[in-house]
C-alpha cells in the first residue's frame, strides 16, 4: 500500500509539472497574439483553455482519492493540501492568459493598446512567460529555493510595470479613447495577477521545502 501510495504522490507533482507546462505555453502565446495582433494565435490560446481547465479537474479528483483513501498525515498531508491549492492557482493563470487573448482577439485587426505602451506589455508580457517557465521547473524540482526567489523578484518588476501603466493612463498627456484605457487597464491588471499567482504557488512550494511561511498578499 505504501508504495501505490507513493506513487500517487508522484503522479500528483507530474501532473502540476504539466499543468504548469501547459500553462506557461498558453501566456507565451496570448502575450504573443497581444503585442502582435495575431488573431489566429488568440484563438488557439482560448480553445486550448478547456484543456487546463480538464487538466486540474483531474488533478484535483487524484488528490481528492488520496486524501480519502490514503489518509495520509504530518508532511504528506500538506503536499495533498498544497497540490489542491496550487491547482487552482494554476487554472486562474489559465484564464488570465485566455483573457489576455481575448482583447487580442475583440481588437483585431486593430493592436489593444496605443503606441506609447506597447514596450511596457512587450516586457510584461516577457516577464510573465520567464515567469511562467520557471515556476514550472520549480513544481518539478521542489527543492530549488533560488527558483522560487526569482520568481518573486520578476513579480517586483510586473507589479513596477503595472503602475507605470496607471500612471500614463491617468496622467495628463495621455491621448487615447475610453476603449484604450480600459483595454490598458484590464490587459495590465491581468498580467499583474497572472504574476501574483505564480507568487502564491512558489510560496507555497517553498514552505513544503523549508517549513517557512510568507503570509499570502493577493
Given at each position: 500500500m505504501r508504495e501505490v501510495f507513493q506513487q500517487e504522490?508522484?503522479?500528483?507533482?507530474?501532473?502540476?509539472?504539466?499543468?504548469?507546462?501547459?500553462?506557461a505555453d498558453s501566456i507565451e502565446k496570448a502575450t504573443k497574439a497581444f503585442n502582435e495582433s495575431d488573431v489566429t494565435l488568440a484563438e488557439e490560446v482560448i480553445a486550448e483553455d478547456p484543456k487546463i481547465d480538464a487538466a486540474t479537474v483531474e488533478l484535483d479528483e487524484l488528490a481528492i482519492t488520496i486524501l480519502a483513501r490514503q489518509q495520509p498525515v504530518a508532511r504528506d498531508l500538506r503536499i495533498v493540501v498544497s497540490a489542491l491549492r496550487i491547482s487552482a492557482s494554476?487554472?486562474?493563470?489559465?484564464?488570465?492568459?485566455?483573457?489576455i487573448a481575448q482583447l487580442a482577439r475583440y481588437r483585431f485587426p486593430d493592436k489593444v493598446v496605443p503606441k506609447a505602451l506597447r514596450p511596457t506589455f512587450a516586457e510584461m508580457g516577457r516577464l510573465d512567460v520567464e515567469i511562467a517557465r520557471k515556476l514550472a521547473d520549480l513544481l518539478q524540482d521542489t527543492s530549488n529555493v533560488k527558483l522560487a526567489e526569482e520568481i518573486h523578484d520578476e513579480d517586483d518588476k510586473v507589479d513596477a510595470l503595472h503602475l507605470e501603466v496607471f500612471d500614463k493612463v491617468?496622467?495628463?498627456?495621455?491621448?487615447g479613447e475610453t476603449v484604450d484605457t480600459v483595454d490598458?487597464?484590464?490587459?495590465?491588471?491581468?498580467?499583474?495577477?497572472?504574476?501574483?499567482?505564480?507568487?502564491?504557488?512558489?510560496?507555497?512550494?517553498?514552505?513544503?521545502?523549508?517549513g517557512d511561511w510568507?503570509?499570502?498578499s493577493v
Amino acid at each position: 500500500m505504501r508504495e501505490v501510495f507513493q506513487q500517487e504522490m508522484r503522479e500528483v507533482q507530474e501532473r502540476l509539472v504539466e499543468i504548469a507546462g501547459l500553462v506557461a505555453d498558453s501566456i507565451e502565446k496570448a502575450t504573443k497574439a497581444f503585442n502582435e495582433s495575431d488573431v489566429t494565435l488568440a484563438e488557439e490560446v482560448i480553445a486550448e483553455d478547456p484543456k487546463i481547465d480538464a487538466a486540474t479537474v483531474e488533478l484535483d479528483e487524484l488528490a481528492i482519492t488520496i486524501l480519502a483513501r490514503q489518509q495520509p498525515v504530518a508532511r504528506d498531508l500538506r503536499i495533498v493540501v498544497s497540490a489542491l491549492r496550487i491547482s487552482a492557482s494554476l487554472e486562474r493563470m489559465g484564464d488570465l492568459a485566455t483573457h489576455i487573448a481575448q482583447l487580442a482577439r475583440y481588437r483585431f485587426p486593430d493592436k489593444v493598446v496605443p503606441k506609447a505602451l506597447r514596450p511596457t506589455f512587450a516586457e510584461m508580457g516577457r516577464l510573465d512567460v520567464e515567469i511562467a517557465r520557471k515556476l514550472a521547473d520549480l513544481l518539478q524540482d521542489t527543492s530549488n529555493v533560488k527558483l522560487a526567489e526569482e520568481i518573486h523578484d520578476e513579480d517586483d518588476k510586473v507589479d513596477a510595470l503595472h503602475l507605470e501603466v496607471f500612471d500614463k493612463v491617468l496622467g495628463e498627456t495621455w491621448k487615447g479613447e475610453t476603449v484604450d484605457t480600459v483595454d490598458a487597464t484590464l490587459a495590465s491588471r491581468y498580467h499583474e495577477r497572472f504574476a501574483d499567482h505564480a507568487v502564491l504557488i512558489a510560496k507555497k512550494v517553498l514552505y513544503l521545502a523549508t517549513g517557512d511561511w510568507v503570509p499570502e498578499s493577493v
